[in-house]
């Protein structure tokens, strides 16, 4: 019979000196520090590639999208997402 995660929950506060808020904190911290690693990793090859967002908005701007190549774009588009998420995620962080 499978053990229910309330009851892993129940045995695990029966022997750890925490509460049940000290456990989804550290839950929850874990899961967004991770997700922080996992964009701060991927904006960094955003600014290898392009150096800041401002940079690559100007050249969008100078060069113009490309009917068959909207690679430039995308990428501007997925970068401001990262950094408003990764905001958002420190926010989360400074609350808890």
């Known amino acids: ?21 000290d456990l989804l904190v550290r839950g929850i911290a874990g899961e967004v520090t991770d997700r ?6 991927a904006a ?3 600014q290898d590639k392009y150096k800041s967002p401002s940079l690559l908005e100007g050249r969008i701007k100078q060069e113009g999208v490309s009917p068959d190549d909207h690679t430039l ?8 997402a990262i950094e408003s998420e990764v905001r958002e ?4 962080l400074g609350e808890i």
């Open 89 to 92: 995620l420190l926010a989360i």
């Open 44 to 46: 960094a090859r955003f």
């Open 36 to 41: 922080i690693v996992e964009l701060k990793k």
């Open 73 to 80: 774009y995308t990428d501007l588009i997925e970068w401001r």
């Open 1 to 21: 019979m499978a053990t229910s995660l309330d009851q892993v929950l129940e045995r695990t506060l029966a022997v750890l000196p925490v509460t049940k808020d």
